[in-house]
C-alpha cells in the first residue's frame, strides 16, 4: 500500500470512529478509576468515575485541563467502558474477600458479582460529559445493574438515562436553562465573593428539591472558607449547605 492508500484509509477509520462517538456508541475515556464520592450529595459514598475527555467551557481555575482535549485520549467502545466498570469493581471487592479469608468470588459463581454491584453508583464526568450523546452509556450501564450519575456544568442538552444530575454552573460557559431545572444537585464553585451572587442566580432556577452546595475552589479554599462559612450561617433559610472536596483530604482520586 502506498502512503497516499494509507493516508486516504486513515481518513476513512477516523471518519468511522467519528460517526460511532456522534452517536455515543464510542467515547474518549481520559480516566475511570473506583474511589469515594468526594463532593456533594453522595460524600463519602463508594463510586465508580468515568471522566470522558473534551471540553470547551475553559474554566480558568480548571484542576482537570489535560481532559480538554478529546483526541488526547483513547476512545473507547460503551461495552468495554462498562466491562471495565464491573472489572474493577469486582476485582476490589475480590481482593477485600480474599484477604478477608472469606469464601472467593469464585466459589459463589457470576450471579453472586452481578448482585454485588447492582446499584453501584457510577458518576458520568470530565471534561463535560454532556458534549457527548450519552443514550448508549447509560442504557449499557443501567443494564449492568448500575445507578447512573452525572457532574456536568449543563452548558449542552442532557441525553441519556440519568439518576441523579450535579450541575455545577460555570461563568466561563453558562448552563443551559432546561439542564438547570432538571438539576437534582446544584453544586457552586466559590473562587471569589461574586460567585455567590452567582450561586442566588441559579438557585433561583432550580426546582424546589433540588439540594445547594457552595464548594471552595480548591486553590482558594483556606482564603474563601472564611466567608462562606459566613455566607451559610447568615442565609439559613436559603438551604445551602458548604462542601469541601473530601477526597483531596483524604488522598483518594
Ligand atoms: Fe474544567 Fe469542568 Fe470547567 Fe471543563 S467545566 S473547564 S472540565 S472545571
Known amino acids: 500500500m502506498d502512503t497516499k492508500d494509507r493516508m486516504s484509509e486513515v481518513a476513512v477509520e477516523r471518519a468511522e470512529l467519528q460517526i460511532q462517538i456522534d452517536a455515543g456508541k464510542s467515547l474518549p475515556v481520559m480516566e475511570a478509576f473506583y474511589t469515594l464520592q468526594g463532593e456533594g450529595n453522595y460524600q463519602g459514598r463508594a463510586a465508580y468515575f468515568i471522566r470522558l475527555g473534551g471540553c470547551d467551557v475553559g474554566c480558568v481555575w480548571c484542576d482537570v485541563k489535560e481532559s480538554w482535549d478529546a483526541e488526547l485520549h483513547p476512545v473507547k467502545t460503551v461495552e468495554q467502558i462498562v466491562q471495565d466498570a464491573i472489572q474493577e469493581i469486582l476485582s476490589d471487592i475480590k481482593a477485600?474477600?480474599?484477604?478477608?479469608?472469606?469464601?472467593?468470588?469464585?466459589?459463589?459463581?457470576?450471579?453472586?458479582?452481578?448482585?454485588?454491584?447492582?446499584?453501584?453508583?457510577?458518576?458520568?464526568?470530565?471534561?463535560?460529559?454532556?458534549?457527548?450523546?450519552?443514550?448508549?452509556?447509560?442504557?449499557?450501564?443501567?443494564?449492568?445493574?448500575?445507578?447512573?450519575?452525572?457532574?456536568?456544568?449543563?452548558?449542552?442538552?442532557?441525553?441519556?438515562?440519568?439518576?441523579?444530575?450535579?450541575?455545577?454552573?460555570?461563568?466561563?460557559?453558562?448552563?443551559?436553562?432546561?439542564?438547570?431545572?432538571?438539576?437534582?444537585?446544584?453544586?457552586?464553585?466559590?473562587?471569589?465573593?461574586?460567585?455567590?451572587?452567582?450561586?442566588?442566580?441559579?438557585?433561583?432556577?432550580?426546582?424546589?428539591?433540588?439540594?445547594?452546595?457552595?464548594?471552595?475552589?480548591?486553590?482558594?479554599?483556606?482564603?474563601?472558607?472564611?466567608?462562606?462559612?459566613?455566607?451559610v450561617k447568615t442565609h439559613p433559610l436559603s438551604t445551602w449547605s458548604l462542601c469541601v472536596q473530601v477526597h483531596k483530604y483524604i488522598n483518594v482520586p
Open 96 to 231: 477485600a474477600e480474599i484477604a478477608s479469608g472469606a469464601e472467593s468470588m469464585e466459589a459463589l459463581g457470576d450471579a453472586a458479582g452481578t448482585d454485588m454491584i447492582r446499584g453501584c453508583i457510577v458518576v458520568v464526568t470530565g471534561g463535560e460529559p454532556l458534549m457527548y450523546e450519552l443514550g448508549p452509556l447509560t442504557k449499557a450501564l443501567h443494564a449492568a445493574g448500575f445507578r447512573v450519575h452525572i457532574e456536568t456544568s449543563g452548558a449542552y442538552p442532557l441525553s441519556g438515562e440519568i439518576d441523579w444530575v450535579c450541575v455545577s454552573p460555570k461563568k466561563f460557559k453558562a448552563p443551559l436553562p432546561e439542564v438547570i431545572s432538571r438539576a437534582q444537585e446544584l453544586k457552586v464553585v466559590v473562587f471569589n465573593k461574586s460567585d455567590f451572587l452567582w450561586a442566588e442566580q441559579h438557585a433561583a432556577q432550580v426546582s424546589p428539591d433540588c439540594k445547594l452546595y457552595l464548594q471552595p475552589e480548591w486553590s482558594k479554599e483556606k482564603q474563601m472558607l472564611p466567608l462562606m462559612i459566613d455566607y
